[in-house]
């Protein structure tokens, strides 16, 4: 069939042609939304999951409808080396502008205190001063967010920003991706500011994505955060999503599946929506016509494994080093095709070393975003197929 028709669309953050299966969460923000114009207390969300699950599509998606709502919004990608503070003041900046509040003078207050916040740097981010200013053109504010303590500092800045919000009747909403990896003062801040924003009922949410381990590291930071947020936990698409996800844009385009493409194609994708988007696209070139049969799906499985090995599986491998690699390996063999969580203990005697020798490969992977601790004592892959991928490759 015609590859410029192909509707599919298997990329990093890219919106799928049809976002099935996501109605459940869809529905709740609207909810949150709605509480919040109605003056109502409301948590501030956190979405989990492996990756390839569609949590930075949804969470692009959860800031179009508080765009559509009139709400100011900004967006973070967390890194692991890098402190918020730069990137909140960003964010919010862009935030502030989308509400378009009508007094500047009150507007211009608060964006003195951003100003201030911005440029009170860490001693480990000193070395940007010199490189970065916020595009603020008032003076910076005194005696509020400028102490340097990340922790006072974004209570007292978030605390202003709502307050404008809400003399608008609308909201502010800052999105978090990858928040596994917010520094732990960072995080600590995070969740100071959304229970001292909850308690006043104030109009700014945070809405946070990251892998299955982020609930363990917000906790880690607050008891209180497993009362902070409203955890959801993003998965495979069942049945009838991924059905959905395949055929809605096939037939806008005038083209349908045989019912046992659909079966081959679940089989291989797993539910999965990155891979039922690779899946398709590839089996949509291969089809000569329609309706697609499950003979096209087999032609196109290779074709689609090899670009999963190389682009979505070989990537990420190839970022580990030697030590980390083995680690991995033992982790495959032991976890299986379906790359189950096994025990640090179980790998450490695969490799016939010590589990202590191993805590440094191990530490890396999970900081790099290839594994995350399942729970104390156990260890698993981010990424789904990726044990599966490890079998079928050895090193």
């Given at each position: 069939?015609?590859?410029?028709?192909?509707?599919?669309?298997?990329?990093?953050?890219?919106?799928?042609?049809?976002?099935?299966?996501?109605?459940?969460?869809?529905?709740?923000?609207?909810?949150?939304?709605?509480?919040i114009?109605?003056?109502?207390?409301?948590?501030?969300?956190?979405?989990?999951?492996?990756?390839?699950?569609?949590?930075?599509?949804?969470?692009?998606?959860?800031?179009?409808?508080?765009?559509?709502?009139?709400?100011?919004?900004?967006?973070?990608?967390?890194?692991?080396?890098?402190?918020?503070?730069?990137?909140v003041?960003?964010?919010?900046?862009?935030?502030?502008?989308?509400?378009?509040?009508?007094?500047?003078?009150?507007?211009?207050?608060?964006?003195?205190?951003?100003?201030?916040f911005?440029q009170?740097l860490?001693?480990?981010?000193?070395?940007?001063?010199?490189?970065?200013?916020?595009?603020?053109?008032?003076?910076?504010?005194?005696?509020?967010?400028?102490?340097g303590?990340?922790?006072?500092?974004?209570?007292?800045?978030?605390?202003?920003?709502?307050?404008?919000?809400?003399?608008?009747?609308?909201?502010?909403?800052?999105?978090?991706?990858?928040?596994?990896?917010?520094?732990?003062?960072?995080?600590?801040?995070?969740?100071?500011?959304?229970?001292?924003?909850?308690?006043?009922?104030?109009?700014?949410?945070?809405?946070?994505?990251?892998?299955?381990?982020?609930?363990?590291?917000?906790?880690?930071?607050?008891?209180?955060?497993?009362?902070?947020?409203?955890?959801?936990?993003?998965?495979?698409?069942?049945?009838?999503?991924?059905?959905?996800?395949?055929?809605?844009?096939?037939?806008?385009?005038?083209?349908?599946?045989?019912?046992?493409?659909?079966?081959?194609?679940?089989?291989?994708?797993?539910?999965?929506?990155?891979?039922?988007?690779?899946?398709?696209?590839?089996?949509?070139?291969?089809?000569?016509?329609?309706?697609?049969?499950?003979?096209?799906?087999?032609?196109?499985?290779?074709?689609?494994?090899?670009?999963?090995?190389?682009?979505?599986?070989?990537?990420?491998?190839?970022?580990?080093?030697?030590?980390?690699?083995?680690?991995?390996?033992?982790?495959?063999?032991?976890?299986?095709?379906?790359?189950?969580?096994?025990?640090?203990a179980?790998?450490?005697?695969?490799?016939?070393?010590?589990?202590?020798?191993?805590?440094?490969?191990?530490?890396?992977?999970?900081?790099k975003?290839?594994?995350?601790?399942?729970?104390?004592?156990?260890?698993?892959?981010?990424?789904?197929h990726?044990?599966?991928?490890?079998?079928?490759?050895?090193d």
């Amino acid at each position: 069939m015609d590859p410029v028709r192909n509707p599919y669309a298997p990329g990093a953050g890219q919106r799928p042609p049809e976002l099935a299966g996501r109605d459940d969460e869809l529905s709740a923000f609207d909810v949150v939304l709605e509480r919040i114009a109605r003056g109502r207390p409301e948590r501030s969300l956190v979405l989990t999951g492996l990756r390839g699950v569609g949590k930075t599509v949804l969470l692009n998606q959860l800031r179009s409808a508080a765009i559509g709502r009139g709400w100011g919004t900004g967006k973070i990608e967390a890194r692991p080396d890098q402190s918020l503070r730069r990137p909140v003041s960003s964010a919010l900046h862009m935030a502030l502008r989308e509400l378009r509040h009508p007094d500047q003078e009150s507007m211009d207050a608060v964006l003195g205190v951003l100003k201030a916040f911005a440029q009170r740097l860490s001693p480990a981010d000193a070395k940007l001063r010199d490189r970065w200013q916020p595009g603020i053109d008032v003076p910076a504010g005194t005696g509020r967010a400028d102490s340097g303590d990340m922790e006072i500092d974004l209570v007292e800045l978030l605390s202003d920003a709502a307050g404008l919000a809400a003399d608008v009747g609308k909201g502010i909403a800052l999105f978090v991706d990858e928040m596994q990896d917010v520094q732990p003062a960072d995080v600590s801040a995070i969740c100071a500011a959304c229970h001292e924003l909850s308690q006043q009922g104030a109009p700014l949410i945070v809405v946070g994505a990251g892998l299955p381990h982020l609930p363990a590291v917000l906790s880690a930071s607050k008891s209180y955060s497993e009362r902070l947020f409203r955890y959801l936990r993003i998965d495979r698409l069942d049945r009838p999503a991924a059905d959905r996800a395949l055929l809605a844009p096939a037939e806008r385009e005038e083209v349908t599946f045989e019912p046992a493409a659909l079966d081959a194609l679940y089989d291989a994708a797993d539910g999965y929506p990155y891979f039922v988007q690779a899946y398709g696209k590839v089996t949509w070139d291969v089809a000569a016509a329609s309706p697609v049969t499950a003979a096209d799906v087999a032609m196109a499985a290779p074709v689609a494994e090899a670009e999963l090995a190389v682009g979505f599986f070989g990537s990420r491998y190839d970022r580990a080093t030697p030590a980390e690699r083995e680690y991995m390996h033992a982790m495959a063999e032991l976890g299986g095709p379906a790359g189950t969580a096994v025990a640090t203990a179980e790998v450490a005697a695969t490799l016939g070393r010590k589990p202590a020798s191993l805590s440094p490969a191990r530490d890396s992977l999970i900081k790099k975003g290839l594994v995350y601790s399942a729970e104390r004592g156990q260890i698993a892959f981010t990424v789904p197929h990726f044990g599966r991928y490890l079998l079928h490759h050895p090193d």
